[in-house]
């Protein structure tokens, strides 16, 4: 009787993708195999292992010895053990535990021809753990063992267009700067006109492209010797005369102007007279004439020997000017000499020597973005690891999670890359006129780590009856506050600091640089900040989230901006990137960025154009606040008075965001006691305690949180010191007959 349901409650089945399914009898040593429970540090989910060592027998010990002879040690052998109760014969079989054979210690022995062989830890999790690193294409529909997969789904994104700051400095403030001489002659005219640009260099800019030095292509720059040569605005060297040459767009600019001079001495033959003034011209796309645009007050008519050294102000001045494609812009002094009317076929001249004392020019890029200019296609979280693990496993529905499940906190995190932004087709020639495919690479480490950039996240795999799956969730699922394993009264306890969570450091933001071509990061808020904490006397320990995937606004904007239908054969060092968005569902069915009214009470500031600004949930302050504070807190708690310190950032400090009347300045500090409380302290707790099977029921079971079934050893553990209660967190657990346990102190 004992053997009938023995048989009836215990099923072992081999498995190998060459050989297939085999049920076989029961190995030899199967009931002595234990069960441990781990904290891993890196999924912080919460693994079993099962220390067993087999012997095979009949079809099992051929069919292995098969694999091993053709197949070598390398190939998968999966053993499966199936329960199902003893009393109920219509109950159906559930996963008792995966495990995978290692053959590289297969043994014949040579007095039963049995085979002896240990396991290790397999199934889904180990599968995971092994190809974690691995970067697969997952637009490319067959998975690492070629199983053809259906095609990854996608949804409509409609990007959220951005005003980008733009901002550029030319200055000269070189007291005794000489202007090049204006000189000027003409034959058989009654006027003369010729023009110098002030004296300009580039400070810092954010338009490389179109910003230049002027005199750029002139031979005598910063001398005193005048010009031989007169540059007019429309020649063709004009563009050593210009601090905007040939606008790459349709622009607009808002300039504002200092410049204080004085002229120092005038050379002149056969002029009558003279105007002088600084005026504002443009050059029209293939123009070979100046516009004036503006003048400032001109020194019209004047008498050299009354107005020399003479000291001149233009104070802030300011304009705003819209420019087609292709124009340019130049501020320059000017001449327009009058000559007497009967000089035909004759010179005359003057040249005129100028003191620049000071020359300030700030060029602001105000242009209006173009909202619609292309239409994106982006990935829910769910469906992007849900492809990553069929890439790894060739199965397909193996993901759950409640955060990216409809209704979820984190299910419109949508996510692109750089070559879907600009709206580039499946397949496209780049600039060698080669036939390529958009590919969207990725690593399950790569995804869990960026995701883990939102909050702390946890993964495991859980079994649900015959199948194995991937859960991902938030890490305080792992941190539960019911009590289902009560473990009654222990001695010999052994409490240690956990000094690994004392951190002095904390870091957190995206790895990639801020360095954009053509535009610099100033105004972006998404980068990296580091955190000072007032721990000194211990080891140091950093707290560091990086995210792979993007979320700054700058980079992606400037990448939508070269759409396909214009740049279809211009790369860009930002088209593999993938993006991370916080994203919303409009009515039509269409994904869009969240704006600042749907995370804040009131308008952000500290950056340029709030109401176009996206992702600023995502920057680091709100991320280490709203996400990781509380488990940064764990070792700090003492202190409630302390705070975290802001130490840098790669990124625009000047950010301040207010959430359910909170603000909080990028650039600020937070006190511990304002902090979320941690779950846990940072306190190890050691001790040994009899496994009985009712404890070991409980640890093995679960329990109804909220209508969903949560892992018993998610919640607390309950024991008894000296007749007090005290409750910690699963760490990891020996079990045998003698079991030792690891917990983390609770922290409720």
């Known amino acids: 009787m004992e053997n009938i349901e023995r048989i009836n409650s215990v099923q072992y089945q081999l498995y190998s993708q060459k050989f297939g399914n085999l049920v076989i009898q029961e190995p030899k040593g199967w009931s002595n195999d234990t069960e441990s429970f781990e904290r891993d540090t890196k999924s912080r989910g919460i693994t079993s292992k099962i220390d067993v060592d087999l012997e095979f027998f009949g079809n099992a010990a051929d069919y292995i010895t098969n694999v091993y002879n053709s197949l070598g040690i390398q190939e998968k052998v999966i053993l499966t053990k199936y329960e199902k109760s003893r009393t109920s014969l219509s109950e159906e079989w559930t996963i008792k535990y995966i495990q995978e054979l290692d053959l590289g210690n297969y043994k014949v022995i040579s007095r039963t021809g049995n085979v002896s062989v240990s396991s290790r830890e397999g199934g889904l999790f180990s599968d995971i753990k092994n190809r974690e690193s691995d970067k697969y294409d997952l637009l490319n529909n067959l998975s690492a063992d070629e199983v053809d997969l259906v095609n990854l789904k996608t949804e409509i994104f409609q990007p959220l267009g951005k005003k980008l700051f733009s901002e550029s400095k030319l200055e000269d403030n070189q007291i005794g700067y000489r202007v090049n001489g204006f000189r000027f002659g003409r034959t058989g005219s009654v006027t003369g006109k010729t023009v110098r640009s002030i004296p300009l260099n580039v400070s810092y800019t954010s338009n490389a492209k179109d910003i230049n030095n002027p005199f750029n292509s002139a031979s005598s720059n910063n001398s005193t010797t005048p010009h031989s040569e007169s540059y007019d605005i429309g020649s063709n060297q004009a563009i050593g005369d210009l601090f905007f040459y040939a606008a790459e767009q349709d622009v607009t600019l808002k300039l504002n102007l200092n410049l204080i001079y004085r002229i120092t001495k005038v050379q002149t033959k056969r002029s009558r007279a003279v105007d002088f003034a600084v005026k504002l011209f443009v050059t029209k796309k293939n123009s070979t004439f100046d516009e004036l645009y503006d003048t400032f007050p001109a020194e019209q008519n004047f008498n050299p020997d009354n107005q020399l050294n003479v000291e001149r102000t233009i104070s802030n001045y300011e304009k705003t000017i819209s420019l087609n494609t292709g124009d340019s812009l130049g501020f320059m002094f000017t001449t327009v000499m009058n000559y007497p009317g009967n000089f035909f076929a004759k010179t005359g001249f003057m040249d005129v020597y100028a003191d620049v004392l000071k020359s300030e020019l700030i060029v602001e890029d105000i242009t209006a ?65 080669e036939e390529q495919k958009i590919q969207l690479i990725s690593s399950f480490k790569q995804a869990f780590e960026s995701f883990n950039y939102l909050e702390p996240l946890c993964w495991f795999t859980e079994i649900v009856g015959s199948t194995e799956y991937l859960r991902i969730e938030k890490a305080t699922h792992t941190q539960q506050n019911f009590i289902a394993i009560k473990l009654g009264s222990v001695d010999k306890i052994e409490y240690e600091s956990s000094s690994v969570d004392y951190f002095s450091k904390v870091e957190i933001g995206q790895k990639n640089s801020l360095e954009y071509e053509g535009l610099n990061g100033l105004d972006e808020t998404n980068g990296k900040s580091e955190f000072s904490t007032f721990i000194t006397n211990n080891k140091p320990s950093i707290y560091a989230v990086n995210s792979e995937f993007r979320t700054d606004a700058t980079g992606y904007e400037l990448t939508r901006r070269l759409p396909y239908i214009l740049y279809a054969k211009e790369d860009t060092k930002r088209d ?33 154009d709030a109401d176009t600004c996206w992702n600023l949930w995502l920057s680091p302050m709100n991320r280490l606040y ?43 500090s937070l006190t511990i006691e304002s902090l979320p409380l941690a779950r846990v ?68």
């Open 576 to 608: 593999d990137h993938i993006w991370m968005h916080d994203a919303k569902v409009l009515p039509s069915g269409v994904i869009t960025h969240k704006i600042w009214q749907d995370r804040f009470d009131t308008k952000p500031i500290g950056v340029y």
């Open 681 to 748: 302290e940072a306190t190890k707790i050691n001790f040994t305690f009899k496994m009985t099977q009712t404890i070991d029921k409980m640890f093995k079971g679960q329990t109804d949180v909220n209508g969903k079934d949560v892992l018993n050893y998610f919640g607390l553990i309950e024991y008894i010191e000296g007749g007090i209660k005290k409750y910690g967190r699963l760490v990891k657990l020996e079990s045998s007959e003698e079991a030792n346990i690891t917990l983390i102190k609770a922290r409720l």
């Open 626 to 668: 709203y996400g990781h504070s509380y488990s940064v807190q764990r070792g700090l708690y003492h202190y409630p008075n302390k705070k975290i310190t802001f130490n840098s950032s790669n990124a625009n400090q000047n950010l301040v965001t207010q959430n359910n009347g909170r603000i909080l300045p990028e650039s600020g």
């Open 369 to 433: 973005y173009e909202e619609n200019i292309t239409i994106s296609k982006c990935i829910k979280p769910l469906v992007f690891f849900d492809r990553i693990v069929a890439k790894i496993t060739g199965k397909t529905g193996l993901v759950k999670s409640s955060i990216f499940e409809q209704g979820g906190d984190y299910e419109n995190i949508v996510l692109d890359n750089g070559l879907w932004a600009r709206g580039f087709p499946d397949s496209y020639q780049d600039s060698s006129d």
